[in-house]
């Protein structure tokens, strides 16, 4: 067993068989990893409803919504890339903020100042308990890989996966290209 370090900002990608429904083939953001615990968000498992669905607010776009994780998802998270624009964004890694000021959010979506490109929203998150996630990576069950937020705002979530895995090199590329299921090839 290999032993990875782990850091607020990194990204935890699914090792292919990992065998959890809730994460097959996730890529997740790490927002938060200390001494009690760690969560973040999935980026990569959209969902079946759009933002609109799921606020009481009238929005006038149409904007994806993420599973963020199987912990609590009845509530709302985002992302963001715009720290300007926001009181209380939290740094998560260079040019990624998580959460902020709701009000402002609305303000600026309905006024068409906050574009779908820079902001990613989120019901649920994923969680670990104290010393939960470093088992995990005991396990070789996530591979690590510092996080760029020009890859996660701009790229195609349904691709993040694969590309992390290619932009990885070596194994990791290879990885990138193992079927979902073995036994089907």
């Given amino acids: 067993m290999s032993k990875q ?6 990204l935890l990608i699914a090792e292919p068989f990992l065998g959890d429904r809730n994460f097959e083939r996730s890529v997740v953001l790490l927002c938060e990893h200390n001494e009690e615990g760690s969560f973040g968000f999935v980026l990569n498992q959209k969902a079946n409803v759009m933002l609109k669905d799921v606020l009481e607010e009238d929005f006038l776009l149409d904007i994806p919504l993420y599973v963020g994780g199987p912990v609590q998802q009845n509530t709302l ?15 998560v890694a260079k040019d990624i903020y998580w959460g902020g000021d709701y009000e402002q959010l609305k303000t600026y979506l309905n006024l068409g100042q906050l574009q779908e ?3 990613r929203f989120f019901i649920g998150y ?11 990576l005991g396990q070789n ?8 937020s020009k890859f996660i705002f701009d ?9 992390v895995l290619r932009k990885m090199g070596g194994k990791y590329k290879v990885m990138s290209h193992y079927p979902t299921d073995p036994r089907l090839n």
Avoid: C, M
């Fill in 155 to 163: 790229s195609d979530p349904q691709q993040f996966w694969r590309g």
């Fill in 117 to 119: 490109s820079d902001i």
């Fill in 77 to 91: 998270h985002f992302i963001h890339r715009t720290p300007h624009l926001f009181e209380g964004a939290s740094e």
């Fill in 5 to 10: 370090s782990v850091k607020k900002g990194d």
């Fill in 141 to 148: 069950s996530w591979v690590v890989s510092p996080s760029d």
């Fill in 126 to 136: 994923s969680g670990w308990g104290e010393g939960q996630l470093e088992h995990e």
